[in-house]
C-alpha cells in the first residue's frame, strides 16, 4: 500500500525499535544514550501521531497500512501512556525503564515492530 506519509512511518518504526530494545546502561546522567533516545521514541510515536487522543486506525493510509497495524501500535501507546500516568516528563530514563509496566511496553513495541514489518513487505 502507498502510504501518505511513508517518513512518518520510519519514525514511527524507529520509535518502536527504541521502545522494543533492551534498556541501555546509564551513566552517571541517567540519559538513554541511543537515537532516538526513549523521550524522543514516546514524543514520535505518541505526540507526533496524536495517538493519544486519537485511534490510530484514522492512520490507515497515512501510516499505516491496515487495522492489524493499527491495533498493535495501540497496545504500544496504552502501554506508555499506563507508564506515563506514573512518571513526569523529565523522570530521568531510569525512572521510565525500571518502572514495573516497562516490561509491556517492551514487549508490545516488539510485537507492533513486526507487524509493521510485515505490512512493510505487503
Known amino acids: 500500500m502507498k502510504l501518505e506519509f511513508p ?3 520510519e519514525d514511527v518504526l524507529a520509535a518502536l525499535e527504541c521502545l522494543a530494545g ?13 537515537w532516538p533516545d526513549v523521550r524522543n521514541a ?4 505518541i505526540d507526533d501521531t496524536w495517538w493519544d487522543t486519537t485511534d490510530p486506525s484514522e492512520s490507515i493510509g497515512g501510516t ?6 493499527a491495533a498493535a501500535v495501540s497496545r504500544v501507546v496504552e502501554a506508555v501512556l499506563a507508564v506515563a ?10 525512572l521510565w525503564f525500571g ?4 516490561p509491556l511496553v517492551r514487549t508490545s ?3 507492533a515492530l513486526d507487524v509493521l514489518r510485515t505490512g512493510d513487505r505487503t
Not at 534498556?23 to 552517571?28: C, I, K, Q, R, V
Not at 514516546?42 to 510515536?45: A, N, Q
Not at 499505516?64 to 497495524?69: G, H, I, Q, S
Not at 518502572?99 to 516497562?102: A, K, L, V
Open 7 to 9: 517518513d512518518r512511518r
Open 22 to 34: 533492551e534498556p541501555p546502561h546509564l551513566s552517571g546522567t541517567d540519559v538513554d544514550p541511543r
Open 42 to 45: 514516546i514524543h514520535w510515536l
Open 64 to 69: 499505516l497500512c491496515d487495522e492489524r497495524e
Open 85 to 94: 500516568r506514573r512518571r513526569q516528563p523529565d523522570d530521568v530514563d531510569s
Open 99 to 102: 518502572d514495573t509496566s516497562w
Open 109 to 111: 513495541a516488539g510485537e
